[in-house]
């Protein structure tokens, strides 16, 4: 190194966040990894996994993955209207604020708060759904539930990329000759579209981790995945199997990291015209 030469020092600042990640992301991920491919004695045991192909534990990933595409899809597409609205509105104005600030609360609203607001508020006991007997019926009931905090999510997740969209494209389009649905349809559409679907998966990932809330509907019966591990780490009627809950993790993770994988591609496409 040559005198009066300064090593780079900008990358110090990204040592608390590599940290974060690994302590509370990569190394639970690994310990889940690990044990779920080993015996007891710390040997290489890939019997396990078969696990993952036992009809049962399938019906858990089919009823998740259900739950999470029918709340993902539906809150999408609210969301993705709300957004737009938003947008179209005064940037500066009393109701874009109170739409970001209230969405930011709501999408963190989840859990037995949101099991509890949601009865109190439309559910059975308020007399609203009394006899709605699709309310208690799984995916549809709690699927209702999660739309709730899917909406909120969506607004602040896609409304960046409404945002992005230059009055200019409209315009161009008019001058053009074409109407609304040809600016939607060649210019609008196709650029929100890598947003929408990356929101979506969002969403899905989102939904397919979410306990509290699918705990507090239905304790008695699991559904989903998330329910099953719980039982098999803290049953009290000889259920527990730490190793069934890994293997299951194993498989949560698994799925999760297709889904991100695919967000992140999808949103790298989005950024390419927000710039």
């Known amino acids: 190194m040559r005198a009066g030469r300064r090593l780079p020092l900008a990358w110090t600042g990204t040592i608390p966040f590599f940290a974060y990640v690994g302590l509370f992301l990569l190394l639970p991920t690994g310990i889940v990894v690990w044990n779920s491919l080993t015996d007891a004695s710390g040997k290489l045991n890939l019997g396990s996994i078969k696990t993952l192909f036992d009809p049962a534990v399938r019906m858990y990933f089919v009823n998740s993955l259900e739950l999470s595409a029918i709340s993902a ?32 609360v709501l999408a963190q609203f989840g859990g037995v708060t949101l099991a509890f607001a949601f009865n109190a508020a439309i559910g059975p006991t308020s007399g609203f759904l009394t006899k709605a007997s699709w309310y208690y019926d799984f995916p549809q009931g709690i699927s209702l539930i999660y739309v709730y905090f899917q909406v909120p999510l969506m607004v602040l997740v896609f409304l960046p990329a409404v945002d ?3 009055m200019q494209w409209r315009e161009a ?12 349809r060649h210019v609008g ?4 579209a890598p947003a929408f679907l990356g929101s979506t998966l969002l969403l899905f990932a989102n939904s397919l981790s979410a306990y509290a809330t699918v705990q507090a509907w239905e304790n008695q019966i699991a559904y989903v995945v998330p329910q099953q591990i719980s039982i098999a780490i803290t049953s009290e009627v000889g259920l527990a199997s ?22 992140t591609l999808l949103q790298r496409r989005t950024s390419r015209w927000l710039r």
């Open 73 to 104: 899809v539906v809150g999408a597409v609210f969301g993705a209207v709300i957004a737009y609205a938003v947008a179209s509105g005064n940037p500066d104005g009393l109701v874009r604020r109170l739409a970001t600030a209230g969405s930011g």
């Open 164 to 166: 992005g969209m230059k």
């Open 173 to 184: 389009t008019e001058n053009l000759g074409g109407s609304t649905w040809h600016f939607w």
């Open 189 to 192: 559409g196709p650029l929100l």
């Open 242 to 263: 730490a190793n069934e809950a890994q293997v299951l993790a194993l498989g949560m993770v698994i799925v999760v990291a297709v889904v991100m994988v695919s967000y």
